[in-house]
């Protein structure tokens, strides 16, 4: 009798799960489970098909059939851990990036992902000592190093040593008066920067960042990662998200945000208010440079905009535009209305009601967070970071890119990211457009 792993159904399954085409897989295993006794071997072959398509039900159940039998446990308790992430069971996940960490506790992977489960639930410290075990494993993983260097922003790890988190203490550490009375002046943010990547290019590893925000949260939990979920399935818009307004500032180069971005940090509002600053690279989304304030209320935001339009021109920054829209651009696409706010504050579209059954169906098929997940709200910390830094070269990758050398009075000497030039490459001339001369 032909064992399974040397029969043709077995080899051509492989094939398509290295071609990732895992449907077609999927369908031969269910065949080749008729044909052969090797439960073992089958129950492999669901399990990583079930876990590259996404069916977390399934790729648990034979994982945990898997598990039985294999040897070498720490990649399957790994897998399973992932995949009850995925879930929304954060608990069991960690429980299961443990086992895999008892098995071999030098596989990386799992103390990054055990990091990310931690973050999950707010236990910082947790995920920096699991982040930086991952680090000293594979200093390449660059979930790891991402993540460690995004909790810079919510906190200053103590009493645990790695370069990176001292690159980010000589980072926070840089003095500079930021005190938001007073002007930042272009010698004032030079000195900031050029301290900053000083640093940088001193560090033996060349790091870069994939983000081209800086985020300044507050203790209100938008719940976004789910308004998403439900526009990205039905192209609707969450009812929470009529609720949701932003103050939207525009400026007109790489210059002037960074201020903005100086001027966000200590900027003091009643109820701290989320807010960002970024360089636009979503397709069909207007605009390159870009300050949000969020709020819950639309008469707070006109309050906000007209105390955030003297502080600009306090800080000497003359060419901008001010508006309040509702939050999200993404929205804004397929449906063109949502964005505006008339001028006598009355929603120009209104939520129809047909939509809550396609979000009771989103929020059905999520798992109900666990309470503890519901108590958890990250509070930003003010003043420059090491992400931060890293970002600002993003944006200043991006203005060269798109024609705008405004930098040059900030930064001799920048920090090069391939990143921003490539992922913008088939958006160039739609952005140099834009650009205000």
Not at 178 to 202: A, P, S, V, W, Y
Not at 218 to 227: A, M
Request: with cysteine; charged share 30%.
């Amino acid at each position: 009798m032909i064992k399974i792993e040397n029969s043709k159904e077995f080899q051509n399954i492989i094939h398509n799960i290295k071609d990732r085409k895992f449907n077609e897989a999927l369908e031969k295993t269910k065949k080749i489970s008729k044909n052969y006794s090797n439960e073992n071997i089958i129950s492999k072959l669901f399990a990583s098909i079930y876990f590259n398509l996404g069916q977390w039900e399934n790729s648990i159940k034979y994982f945990k059939k898997t598990l039985l039998f294999e040897k070498e446990k720490f990649k399957i308790y790994t897998n399973l851990g992932v995949a009850l992430f995925k879930l929304g069971k954060i608990n069991e996940s960690i429980n299961a990036f443990k086992d895999s960490i008892k098995d071999n506790r030098n596989f990386f992977l799992a103390h990054s992902n055990i990091g990310i489960s931690y973050l999950e639930i707010g236990q910082l410290d947790k995920a920096v000592n699991h982040f930086v075990d991952a680090l000293n494993l594979n200093y390449n993983d660059q979930s790891a190093k991402s993540n460690l260097i995004n909790i810079f922003n919510i906190k200053k790890p103590k009493n645990i040593n790695h370069p990176l988190i001292e690159l980010n203490d000589k980072i926070v550490n840089i003095k500079y008066d930021n005190k938001i009375d007073n002007i930042l002046t272009d010698r004032k943010i030079k000195t900031i920067l050029e301290k900053g990547n000083e640093f940088l290019n001193q560090f033996d590893e060349k790091l870069y960042s994939n983000e081209t925000q800086i985020f300044r949260k507050n203790s209100n939990n938008l719940n976004c990662n789910r308004h998403f979920k439900v526009f990205n399935e039905f192209k609707i818009i969450p009812k929470f998200c009529f609720s949701c307004f932003k103050v939207q500032i525009n400026v007109n180069n790489v210059e002037d945000l960074i201020k903005l971005y100086f001027l966000f940090d200590q900027l003091k509002l009643k109820k701290n208010n989320t807010r960002k600053c970024m360089v636009e690279i979503r397709e069909k989304i207007k605009g390159n440079y870009k300050g949000y304030i969020y709020c819950n209320e639309i008469k707070e935001a006109e309050i906000i905009m007209e105390d955030i339009k003297n502080k600009l021109l306090n800080q000497k920054i003359i060419n901008f535009r001010v508006a309040i829209k509702h939050g999200c651009s993404e929205f804004y696409v397929p449906h063109p209305k949502f964005e505006k706010v008339s001028s006598n504050n009355q929603e120009v579209m209104n939520y129809k009601e047909e939509w809550m059954s396609k979000e009771n169906l989103i929020d059905s098929l999520e798992p109900i967070r666990l309470e503890i997940d519901k108590k958890i709200y990250f509070q930003s910390l003010n003043g420059m970071n090491l992400s931060d830094i890293l970002v600002i070269n993003n944006w200043i990758d991006y203005a060269e890119t798109i024609g705008d050398y405004s930098y040059k009075k900030l930064l001799n000497k920048k920090i090069k990211s391939n990143r921003i030039n490539n992922f913008i490459k088939n958006q160039l001339k739609f952005r140099q457009k834009e650009i205000i001369k």
